[in-house]
C-alpha cells in the first residue's frame, strides 16, 4: 500500500511542476508576442530585440541635424541612441557655409568650438557680379561680437568635430548601422528596425524617435506627404591655391543661364559651385562636362580666378548634386517627428540649410525641456504638434528667400523676368538699407517674413520706376505691369507652399502656446485618527 502512495504523491508532484514550467514558457511567449509582433525575420530567427529600457530617444542619422541634436539633447540629461549610416568622415559638395544666424544658433547649442581646428573660414558677407560689374554686400555685424561671421568649411570635418563631442557624453551612444523601417504599433511609433555594421537585424525602441537621415530620406514618407522638386544641379569643384577677389566673402556671379558659386572651404581651398537648370546634365564619364565648363561657364568666372577655375577642370574632379527643394508637410504621429533635410529642403543657393536645422534643434530642445515623462504619448504629441508651427516662420522666411532669390536670378528671354534680374542686382548695389536688409535676410540675422515680402516686392517697384523714368510709354508701363506680375508668379507660390498662416500669422494657432505640462500632484497621505 506505502509504494501505492508513494508513487501517487510523486506523479502528482511531478505533474503539477510540469504545468507549472508550461505556464511559465507560455506566459513569457505570450508577453513577448503582444510586445513585438512577429515579422519574418522573427519567424527565421535572424532578428534580435533590444529593449527599450534605458533609451529615452533614438536618432536616425548623424549628419548636421543629427549630430547637433544627438549632443543637444544628451546635455539636457536625455539617453540618446544614434543610428548612422556610415560614421566614417563624409565628403560633400554642400553644407559647406553656414550663415552667421546658424552660428549664433551654434553658440546657442554649445557646439561653436566644432568650427574650430577644422581651418574653416570665416565668411563676412557676398560679392555680387554681372555683366562685368561687381558690388559687395557685408553682413550687418555691427551689433554682435567680433567672433560672430559666416563660417564656410569642409562639411566632413564639421560633422565628425559635432559627432565626437556628442560622443564624449556618456549618456549618448553612437552606432553604426542602416535604419530600414519604423517600427509601429497601433499608429504609434514604438522605435525602429535596423541592420547592424556586422549584417545583424535589430530592432530597437524608444519613446521618441527622430527621422534626421538627410535628402535621400527612406523614411520621410511615413512621417510628411514628399512633394520633392529638382530645380536644377550642381557642378562641384575645388579651386586650389586660389585668391578670390573679396577675402572671406562668398562670390555668386549671375551667369548665363544660372548662378556660379564661390567660397573659400580652407586656407587654400575655393569651392566652386555651378547651376545646371534642369534634371538632365553633361556626362562627366565622356567629357562633355568638362567641355561645357570651359566653353560655356569659364568665360563668366572673373578674370582674376578664371585660371584657376580652368585647372580645377583639367583636374578632373568633377562631381554633381541635385539640389531639391521640398517644403515641410508633416503628418503627425505619435512617437516621432522629422528634422534636417529629410523634413524640409530648399535651394542651397542661399545657404540656409544648416541655419533652419540649427533653429530647429533650438525649438525643439526648448519644448522638450519641460517634458520629464516622455512616454506620455499625448503630451509629447501636443508638444510635435507645437513645433512644426513655431519652427515656421524663421523656416519658411529662410526657405521662401531661396526659392525666390533663385528665381529672380536666372538668365530669362522674358523681358520682364530679365528687368527684374537687373532690377535686383542694382537695388542691392544702392547699399544702405537697400542691401543690409536683403542681407540680414539672407544671413538668417533677421529671418521675417514681413521684410522679406517688403524688400521683395520693393525690387519689384524700384525696376517699374526705372522703366517710367524719364518719361513713361505704353510698352514701358506694360512692361512695368508684366514686372510686376512676374515678381508675384515666383513669390506667392511658394509662400503658398510654405503655409500662409503658418508664415504670418503663427498666433492664430492654437499649438503655438502650449503650456509647459503640470505635474499631477500625490495625493496627501490621510491624517491618522486621533
Request: glycine share 8%; hydrophobic share 40%; aromatic share 6%.
Amino acid at each position: 500500500m506505502a509504494p501505492t502512495i508513494f508513487v501517487g504523491h510523486l506523479i502528482l508532484t511531478t505533474t503539477f511542476f510540469a504545468s507549472l514550467f508550461a505556464f511559465l514558457i507560455l506566459y513569457v511567449l505570450r508577453r513577448r508576442s503582444k510586445t513585438i509582433p512577429a515579422s519574418d525575420n522573427d519567424r527565421n530567427g535572424t532578428l534580435t530585440v533590444k529593449s527599450g529600457d534605458g533609451v529615452d530617444i533614438i536618432i536616425v542619422g548623424a549628419g548636421v541635424a543629427g549630430a547637433a541634436l544627438a549632443h543637444t539633447l544628451g546635455k539636457e540629461g536625455r539617453r540618446v541612441h544614434v543610428i548612422e549610416r556610415d560614421l566614417t568622415e563624409q565628403d560633400r559638395i554642400v553644407g559647406e557655409l553656414l550663415q552667421p544666424g546658424g552660428y549664433l544658433k551654434l553658440i546657442e547649442l554649445g557646439l561653436q568650438d566644432c568650427v574650430k581646428e577644422i581651418d574653416a573660414q570665416r565668411v563676412l558677407g557676398y560679392a555680387l557680379f554681372k555683366d562685368g560689374k561687381h558690388t559687395k554686400l557685408s553682413y550687418p555685424l555691427d551689433q554682435f561680437d567680433s567672433d560672430v561671421a559666416g563660417r564656410s568649411f569642409h562639411n566632413g570635418r564639421f560633422v565628425q568635430r559635432m559627432r565626437d563631442k556628442a560622443s564624449t557624453l556618456p549618456n549618448v551612444r553612437m552606432e553604426q548601422g542602416t535604419v530600414t523601417s519604423l517600427v509601429e504599433e497601433n499608429g504609434v511609433i514604438k522605435g525602429v528596425q535596423y541592420r547592424t555594421k556586422q549584417g545583424q537585424e535589430l530592432k530597437a525602441f524608444a519613446p521618441l524617435t527622430i527621422v534626421c537621415d538627410g535628402c535621400f530620406s527612406n523614411l520621410r514618407r511615413s512621417l510628411c506627404k514628399p512633394k520633392v522638386e529638382v530645380p536644377s544641379n550642381f557642378v562641384g569643384l575645388v579651386l586650389e591655391n586660389c585668391e578670390l577677389p573679396f577675402p572671406n566673402h562668398g562670390h555668386v556671379v549671375l551667369g548665363d543661364p544660372s548662378p556660379i558659386l564661390f567660397y573659400p572651404i580652407s586656407s587654400s581651398e575655393v569651392r566652386c559651385l555651378v547651376d545646371v537648370p534642369g534634371s538632365k546634365l553633361p556626362s562627366v564619364s565622356t567629357g562633355e562636362m568638362a567641355n561645357h565648363l570651359i566653353t560655356n561657364v569659364a568665360p563668366q568666372v572673373p578674370i582674376q580666378i578664371r585660371e584657376s577655375f580652368v585647372s580645377a577642370v583639367e583636374k578632373g574632379n568633377i562631381r554633381t548634386m541635385p539640389n531639391r527643394s521640398m517644403p515641410a508637410d508633416p503628418i503627425p504621429t505619435p512617437g516621432a517627428l522629422l528634422l534636417g533635410d529629410a523634413f524640409n529642403m530648399r535651394h542651397p543657393l542661399t545657404g540656409g540649410g544648416m541655419t533652419v536645422a540649427l533653429s530647429d534643434i533650438v525649438i525643439l530642445r526648448d519644448l522638450l525641456n519641460p517634458l520629464v515623462d516622455l512616454t506620455d504619448k499625448e503630451s509629447l504629441s501636443k508638444y510635435i504638434e507645437s513645433f512644426y508651427t513655431l519652427r515656421k516662420p524663421v523656416a519658411s522666411t529662410i526657405n521662401t528667400l531661396a526659392g525666390a532669390l533663385y528665381k529672380v536670378f536666372l538668365a530669362s528671354p522674358d523681358d520682364a523676368r530679365s528687368e527684374m534680374r537687373r532690377a535686383c542686382f542694382d537695388y542691392l548695389s544702392l547699399g544702405g538699407v537697400c542691401s543690409s536688409g536683403p542681407v540680414a535676410l539672407l544671413s538668417g540675422l533677421n529671418p521675417r517674413p514681413m521684410s522679406l515680402v517688403l524688400h521683395f516686392f520693393a525690387v519689384a517697384i524700384f525696376g517699374v520706376g526705372r522703366l517710367l523714368v524719364p518719361l513713361p510709354s505704353v510698352k514701358r508701363l506694360w512692361l512695368g505691369a508684366r514686372l510686376i506680375s512676374s515678381a508675384s508668379g515666383i513669390i506667392f507660390p511658394i509662400i503658398k507652399a510654405e503655409g500662409v498662416r503658418q508664415m504670418f500669422f503663427p498666433r492664430t494657432i492654437p499649438a503655438i502656446y502650449r503650456a509647459p505640462p503640470t505635474p499631477t500632484p500625490s495625493p496627501s497621505p490621510s491624517p491618522s485618527p486621533s
